[in-house]
């Protein structure tokens, strides 16, 4: 079973930067792929950005691949999603998820209905 908690959220200006993190408790193998999502408000939630625990691999949603980066601390068995050059468009709640990596290495959904585990979300807005 693993847990997951993110923190980081909370309200910035346009073009202004944040990083989010997420922590995870109980085992942490290399087997896992940690993925970013995103829910908007009257939206329906999608990938952001994610990486292989076991490898240096990440994997950006199209429009983010130049504003965000994903990083880990394996020590610290956290993630992190540092983003810049926020837009209010931007503003949403930010999940962070965990897959085996074998369920998820070809793609996941839009949604990443593929993830086993969530966290409970940190939201982050943006101000014009």
């Known amino acids: 079973q693993v847990q997951l908690v993110e923190s980081g959220g909370g309200l910035v200006q346009a073009g202004g930067s944040l990083r989010l993190s997420c922590a995870a408790s109980g085992r942490t193998f290399r087997s896992y792929t940690i993925g970013w999502f995103r829910q908007a408000l009257g939206k329906e939630r999608e990938f952001v950005a994610g990486?292989?625990?076991?490898?240096?691999?990440?994997y950006y949603e199209y429009s983010m691949k130049d504003r965000a980066t994903v990083s880990r601390d394996d020590a610290k068995s956290t993630v992190y999603l540092e983003m810049s050059s926020l837009k209010p468009e931007d503003t949403a709640i930010y999940y962070c998820a965990a897959a085996l990596t074998t369920r998820v290495q070809y793609g996941s959904s839009r949604s990443g209905t593929e993830y086993d585990y969530w966290g409970q979300g940190t939201q982050v807005t943006v101000s014009s």
């Open positions: 990486c292989n625990w076991g490898d240096d691999r990440t």
